[in-house]
């Protein structure tokens, strides 16, 4: 992501597209002329080359995709079977007191916690007092770049545009009843 705002995203600041095909168009033709053709330092390979190279990743359930962005911090539960967080305080179920649990949560939204003990859910921690909604290492996004005045991405878009018309367009091929068509059809059936 922090390519896409640091190359595409702060280009589109000065120019923004017109509509969301605009948009998409846009974003397409700097992945693929751009991104998926530049080599990654860390892996020495291009994106392109790499997804190709291991095949499609299975895709994961929504319930793991939602868990990869969740944060989670290890407390105590008061005798009272309450925890606090940043803040909060949150209510518990009351078996859970004198142990640690793991909340796991949305680091944007602190309102809405569950509780783990060893990777197992415990229920939800109910908020009793909200004083923080984000927690406080939640970065706010960092300030834009300044445009540069060149219109990278439309320079990016003709050139695949460009590529595109290199490719093979099947409407211009000859089809029955054209000239070329009609030498071939004659031949095949003289031979």
Partial sequence: MRTVREQLLVELEDRPPASLEDLNRIFQSWAEQVYHRRVH??????????????????????????????????????KTGTVGMHGNTYEVDPELAGREVDLVFDPLELAEVQVQID????????????????????????????????????????RREQELQQRIDYRHLPGPGSAASDQNDSKEMTE
């Fill in 119 to 158: 990777g197992q859910h415990r229920g939800l921690a109910v908020p009793l007092r909200i004083k923080r909604h984000v927690h406080p290492r939640a970065q706010p996004p960092a300030a834009p770049a300044q445009p540069t005045g060149i219109d990278y991405l439309g320079l990016i878009q003709k």
């Fill in 41 to 78: 330092t860390e892996t020495g390979q291009t994106p392109l080359e790499r997804f190709l190279a291991a095949g499609p990743p299975p895709l994961p359930s929504e319930l793991a995709l939602t868990g990869a962005f969740r944060w989670s911090e290890r407390r105590t539960v008061s």
